[in-house]
């Protein structure tokens, strides 16, 4: 009962003061809303990273042909012919940690249609591992395999986006699609990716929505190539997961050089190094931010002790009479701390419902990632109550140390 009273007393006594006390609500609602909203957005980008990651396959290696003006591919060519497939092979054979690999090539696309409706994707030649390392859903149908490999077959598999562009209607599983100057059977359709956004580090992610699969030896032989162009247009190697990628980069990139005759035709995306920097720079963001978002509790917190030593001054016969009716030095520290803690208190609360909002108001604007995290919310609520406590305890002592007859005569 006698903690109910002091609370019911400390109520009353803020609400007399309620722009003062709105004031120093402020700092305590801006300081755990940037908090939660840092913490929140971190959270999403962090899992958003890690999604985007895990589409190119955290423990593959991507190997990609570059590309060059008409006569510097010419001299390249004296020298190395650029990706192929013995590349791959060899890539599996000679180094121990390598445990697969796929190859895929851009087909020169000018026209995709049905009889339903007409794509503006492109054709992909890819080999029939190549689902297996990148880790495509499938949303109807089967994936390319390797007697579709072996038998030269017309059949195709759909991104999600040229699936629906080819057959509004739905059913694509069966019906034939033309490719340039080629029928194709549609044997499969992939489920459409949860990636927010098309770029991760400077790699084009989401592409494969708006794409036709079609075996790597139909594309092979079946499509006229630019000369000189490479067999393949990149590589993925899948590395053992006991294995350092950054390490087997290395190995893969000494192999290729030498393959390649030391020319410098091909570039290897380490997508485990991606996430390593993403990581790091995720990390000093947060750092930045929380470092804002304590000054911010600091300030709620100074603004917290300058009102209730305020307050000490303005009630300073209340405390004289209360000192006199027999209350204890304990009473007046516990009014005072009850005081400011209700004010972190409600601040914390208001802040919270500030964090989310501001949430969401960042993640519509900016289009970041924002995931919902209860440590969060916890952690800020737990720091400004910390705060109210910590900076209300200096003010309750001083109040209570004041002698009761001078408290009596002040004016």
């Known amino acids: 009962m006698k903690y109910m009273a002091i609370l019911a007393d400390t109520l009353a006594e803020l609400a007399q003061h309620k722009l003062r006390t709105l004031l120093t609500l402020l700092g305590m609602i801006f300081g755990v809303g940037a908090v939660i909203a840092m913490l929140n957005i971190g959270e999403g980008a962090e899992r958003e990273a890690l999604s985007m990651i895990d589409s190119m396959g955290l ?58 409706g007409k794509s ?53 599983v069966g019906q034939n699609i033309k490719i340039n100057h080629l029928w194709f059977k549609v044997v499969g359709v992939l ?17 494969e929505q708006n794409q036709v699969f079609i075996p790597l030896s139909a594309a092979i032989h079946k499509f006229p190539a630019k000369q000189l162009v490479s067999e393949v247009s990149s590589l993925k190697f899948k590395v053992n997961k006991d294995i350092d990628p950054i390490e087997a980069a290395k190995a893969v990139n000494h192999l290729l050089n030498r393959r390649h005759n030391d020319v410098d035709d091909f570039d290897i995306t380490i997508p485990a190094a991606l996430l390593a920097q993403q990581k790091q720079t995720q990390q000093i963001f947060n750092i930045v931010m ?49 005081e400011s803690f ?37 952690l800020s609520f737990s720091i400004c109550a910390m705060v109210g406590i910590v900076f209300g305890v200096y003010p309750a002592i001083k109040a209570s140390k004041l002698d009761p007859i001078d408290a009596l005569q002040s004016d």
Not at 123 to 140: N, T
Not at 295 to 322: C, D, P, Q, Y
């Open 59 to 116: 423990h593959n290696l991507i190997v990609t042909g570059k590309t060059f003006e008409e006569n510097e591919l010419k001299e390249q060519r004296k020298h190395s012919r650029g990706l192929s497939l013995r590349d791959g092979e060899i890539g599996v054979s000679a180094l121990p940690f390598i445990e697969a690999f796929s190859a895929q090539k851009e087909i020169d696309t000018y026209s995709i249609f049905s009889a339903k």
């Open 191 to 207: 489920e459409a990716p949860f990636l927010k956004k098309e770029e991760f580090q400077g790699i084009k992610l989401g592409g």
């Open 120 to 172: 503006d994707g492109d054709a992909l030649g890819v080999s029939a591992s190549f689902f297996e390392l990148s880790k495509f859903a499938l949303y109807q149908g089967r994936y390319l395999d390797s007697g579709d490999e072996q038998a030269f077959a017309q059949v195709a598999v759909l991104g999600s986006s040229s699936a629906k562009q080819l057959f509004p209607l739905g059913n694509a």
């Open 290 to 338: 929380s470092c804002v978002a304590g000054i911010s509790l600091l300030v709620g917190g100074i603004g917290i002790m300058n009102i209730m030593l305020a307050t000490v001054l303005e009630r300073t016969k209340e405390i004289g009479l209360l000192r006199a009716v027999g209350a204890t030095q304990k009473d007046i520290r516990l009014q005072f701390v009850a």
């Open 342 to 378: 209700t004010i972190s208190i409600l601040g914390g609360l208001l802040g919270v419902v500030f964090g989310i909002l501001l949430s969401e108001l960042i993640s519509l604007y900016s289009q970041w990632a924002v995931y919902w995290s209860l440590s969060a919310i916890v």
